[in-house]
Nanobody, 121 residues
């Protein structure tokens, strides 16, 4: 099973940028990966996903055009570049790994502990 550790979260002003990283151990070969987020009092929601070769990606409508998911399998690392951040992007961001490209939480078997992103207005 893949072990995942997120980093790169923090406090940023609206309009700013952050890049999240997710370091994987146990191998990233042949797994799809994704970012989800959970705001206080809300369900965990899909943000972005990427196929194991990085050729296919999908984004939530709320982040499309602002966030970019990418991966470097040689470094066993997943990234999320977040630009034009809004206060409503404030949440704990989680990376996840699973056998298929999906937007559903239930399709991902391995999860990190999360990293907090706070966007001030």
């Amino acid at each position: 099973q893949v072990q995942l550790v997120e980093s790169g979260g923090g406090l940023v002003q609206a309009g700013g940028s952050l890049r999240l990283s997710c370091a994987a151990s146990g191998g990233m070969f042949s797994v799809a990966m994704a970012w989800f987020r959970q705001a206080p009092g809300k369900e965990r929601e899909f943000v972005a996903t990427i196929s194991w070769r990085g050729r296919s990606t999908s984004y939530a409508e709320s982040v499309k055009g602002r966030f970019t998911i990418s991966r470097d399998n040689a470094k066993n690392t997943l990234y999320l570049q977040m630009n034009s951040l809004k206060p409503e992007d404030t949440a704990v961001y989680y990376c996840a790994a699973g056998p298929i490209l999906s937007t559903e939480k239930s399709d991902f078997r391995s999860w990190g502990q999360g990293t907090q992103v706070t966007v001030s207005s």
